[in-house]
């Protein structure tokens, strides 16, 4: 074995959007001045290929998200970014994905959790909502992209959301939950306690998408609902006349699942980690 | 009886956003004009109310879709407008209707989708997706309004979609159906066809929810899915690499579900008629 002993490599896939070059350059510097060459970020080429608005077609990303998760090699994949495609390719990869792969970490968020979910409900015991090489745009220094590098290399518990207090938990994009709801990737939400967030979504948008999610039988079977942040609303004409929390406590008591108040993700940099169990 | 047989009462109520009183009254004109004393359009004062995003808070606009559904001095319900808020209303309401809103006929679509789902899933018979008088805003002379007045008064056939051919059909706007799909509004889908537009969505979006909707068990047991139009479609950024319709092939021949052409259905003048059957 020799070296490769001491290094930890880090495969990289963009299941939806396509990563800039300059980003990955990025995050690798900032993963050789944090871990030396204890850490190796091996971005997949499939990160930069375009395709319409994915890296790549879906036939090039499933292959690379197949080789990434296979490859005896690497220890863990990380979701270079999210974007949207990730539910194009999730039902042709998991059940293509091994024993190695199974053997690894997935940690990514956004679209990504589309994934997160499918990987999950196929048994990987592995599987994180958490920041990703793309949070680099936030110019935050690394912090975000650096705390999911911190729970990869090292489970660092300082990366965790505080909340978690061994809870069986999940974390979701509220967009991505509501549209994997009722697909294939839709795993058993029984009993786990459900982290939500969202970006740039109207507020009228994100009670839709609350009445549609706290209205699926799957959902209300959940130990509880803790809401993250939502950024970026745009503003609605008229003020809405309610704000995000409002609107969680509404549809959580409407529907009779516990709201447990908010919780410390979202596409943000003091996004934290969230381990599904 | 006296003149009330020969009057064709129409209540309007309002379970999303707010109706201008301007509309209200150029909607009024336009019956006028139309029918003459044949017609009268009743606007439930609810139409009018504002409560942040929404036409009265939710037990207002609850309140005014039954009052007018069970008052026997009316002989149908339309929807005056969309916006959001029908599914804030719809699990409450449509239990306490009675016979006499289950003998007339209801229209509209948009948001108001949500209770035309609900109500076709509690059995209503003369339950339709067709213009509405917000409609009188596209500034084409009322066509589109007068479609919908044309088949709540005479069931003028020549306001219907043309290629129903009989067959049992439903439509609904894309980003409403994802959303009622697994809640208590959900109807059964099996052996219809189904005639789905969208309007003010980017194409990532369309595309996202037909992954979703065509993932949904019960949208696979469906006869088919038409297309209607889906417009003012925000620029994809880079360009998506598909438009609508391939958008729906895709997913269509992905899922198994019979794509069957295009639906003369959307947010415009052109929108015609389809009764749920």
Not at 23 to 42: I, N, S
Not at 87 to 110: F, H, N, T
Not at 121 to 140: Q, S, T
Request: charged letters at 25%; aromatic letters at 10%; one cysteine or more.
């Amino acid at each position: 074995m020799g070296s490769s002993e001491k290094t930890f490599r880090i495969g990289l896939v963009a299941p939806g959007g396509r990563m800039a070059e300059s980003v990955a350059a990025q995050a690798k510097a900032v993963a050789r001045k944090t871990y030396g060459d204890k850490v190796e970020l091996k971005f997949h080429p499939q990160c930069f290929l375009s395709s319409g608005h994915f890296a790549g077609d879906d036939r090039q990303r499933t292959q690379a998200l197949v080789e990434i998760g296979n490859d005896r090699e690497i220890d863990a994949v990380w979701f270079a970014r999210g974007g949207y495609g990730a539910c194009r390719v999730a039902e042709e990869a998991i059940p293509q994905l091994g024993d190695a792969a199974r053997r690894k970490a997935w940690l990514g968020y956004s679209d990504a959790g589309f994934l997160l979910a499918g990987l999950f409900k196929a048994g990987f015991k592995h599987v994180a909502h958490g920041p990703m090489p793309v949070d680099l745009v936030r110019e935050d220094e690394g912090a975000a992209m650096k705390r999911g590098l911190a729970w990869l290399v090292d489970r660092d518990p300082r990366a965790l959301e505080e909340g978690l207090g061994g809870k069986p938990s999940l974390a979701f994009n509220l967009t991505i939950l509501s549209q994997l709801l009722g697909t294939p990737l839709e795993p058993d939400l029984s009993g786990r306690v459900l982290l939500l967030e969202d970006v740039g979504e109207y507020m009228y948008r994100i009670d839709r998408y609350f009445f549609h999610v706290t209205s699926n039988p799957n959902v209300r079977r959940c130990a509880g609902i803790r809401l993250g942040r939502c950024s970026a609303v745009p503003k609605n004409d008229p003020d809405f006349g309610m704000d995000e929390e409002e609107v969680a406590r509404f549809w959580c008591e409407r529907s009779g699942i516990p709201y447990l108040g908010r919780a410390d993700i979202g596409h943000d940099s003091d996004n934290k980690v969230v381990p599904f169990g």
